[in-house]
């Protein structure tokens, strides 16, 4: 380690139910972004349950830095049709425009959940994208994409990537079908566009274990200083149901990406964001500590240096061994038993960071926020 130093120099909550006592509201898979203006925009998931059909994704502002945030508000209307709930991630492009990417569920059955706990394959999905030129107040879309391999399931698990060309990379992993049909196998890919979404017809494979029965899942992906790729990844025992050390992968030219390796990491659920000064930094959900962590790094060559790390959230019960994966059940319950995770990061200005996450705290699931400064 170096003489980097991490500390959170402020954090507090973006929402936490107001009113637990008169109705079940938990949040889940918070995303951040930050527009040309400084306002900071956040999207959230809201429901009952992780599986239940009231789960939408709700979008909230702040113009003060994060230190107020305005009243939840839906972010689109359901579609007509078939009986939909959805999960949508967001980022802000070069130019300000809003887009997000995400997933429509398809609920014909209202007494079937969203993950099958026989097969561990997801109900009927599409993946969709939306966009926002005003700021978040109104969304065209959402736009299904037709992805150019066959899940049949897809997970929602990152907002949309942004290339140097202009190009977009929707970063995701096929996923087994409700019957457990995985044509493709579970493996991390990147679906890429180079029209603006109209359409997404080629894929980039980010990391494949399959084989030899690892999941890589919950992947993080960022382009760094010197234009190259690099993505970690939750890398998932299926047959033990536990998890094994973080991997990474790194693409020089954008197509191909290298076999994964451990970057030394104990970790679950790992989002990265590349620095003004071209260091990395990842927060994830830590399987060997309570809580959640940030990590700094330099990627030397192909080698990920470690830098320097502090703990970013060690809220208690919830942070210990029961808000992870161990193998105590099927693998989808205990997915749907976690009690921490899913962070997403903007840089505000060189070496501070604003973070959001979502936890369990007194029974009820929040999304908090958490400013980290590099030095």
Not at 192 to 220: C, H, K, N
Not at 287 to 300: F, K, M, Q, S
Request: a negative charge.
């Amino acid at each position: 380690m170096s003489d980097t130093t991490l500390r959170v120099e402020r954090s507090g909550v973006v929402y936490r139910n107001p009113r637990p006592e008169l109705r079940a509201v938990h949040t889940w898979h918070p995303s951040i972004a930050l527009l040309p203006g400084g306002e900071l925009v956040a999207a959230f998931d809201l429901g009952q349950g992780p599986e239940s059909l009231d789960y939408r994704t709700w979008i909230s502002r702040s113009s003060d830095g994060g230190g107020s945030w305005s009243e939840p508000r839906r972010m689109f209307g359901d579609p007509p049709g078939r009986p939909t709930t959805h999960t949508v991630r967001i980022t802000a492009l070069s130019d300000g425009l809003l887009v997000g990417l995400g997933g429509l569920l398809y609920r014909d059955d209202p007494e079937r959940g969203v993950v099958n706990p026989e097969t561990f394959g997801y109900t009927d999905m599409d993946l969709v994208w939306l966009s926002s030129s005003d700021a978040a107040a109104t969304w065209e879309g959402p736009h299904i994409i037709h992805a150019p391999l066959e899940g049949p399931s897809f997970e929602v698990c990152h907002a949309l990537v942004e290339l140097p060309d202009g190009s977009w990379l929707a970063p995701t992993s096929t996923w087994k079908g409700w019957d457990g049909r995985a044509p493709e196998g579970m493996k991390a890919v990147a679906l890429v566009s180079r029209d603006g979404g109209a359409s997404w017809p080629e894929y980039l494979t980010v990391m494949d274990g399959y084989a030899d029965g690892i999941i890589y899942f919950e992947q993080g992906l960022t382009v760094l200083a010197d234009g190259r790729l690099l993505a970690v990844a939750w890398a998932f025992h299926e047959s033990s149901g536990r998890s094994l050390p973080n991997r990474y992968s790194l693409s020089a030219d954008g197509r191909t990406f290298s076999e994964p390796r451990e970057c030394g990491l104990q970790g679950e659920t790992a989002k990265l964001r590349t620095l003004a000064d071209g260091r990395i930094l990842c927060l994830y959900r830590a399987t060997d500590r309570p809580g959640l962590w940030a990590h700094v790094a330099r990627i030397e060559g192909d080698r990920w240096v470690g830098l320097g790390d502090a703990p970013v959230w060690q809220g208690g019960e919830a942070a210990g061994p029961g808000g992870r994966m161990g193998g105590g059940g099927s693998n989808a319950s205990e997915l749907a038993g976690l009690k921490f995770g899913f962070p997403s990061m903007v840089e505000t200005e060189p070496g501070k960071v604003f973070a959001v996450f979502w936890c369990q705290e007194q029974c009820i699931n929040n999304v908090r926020y958490a400013e980290i400064v590099v030095e």
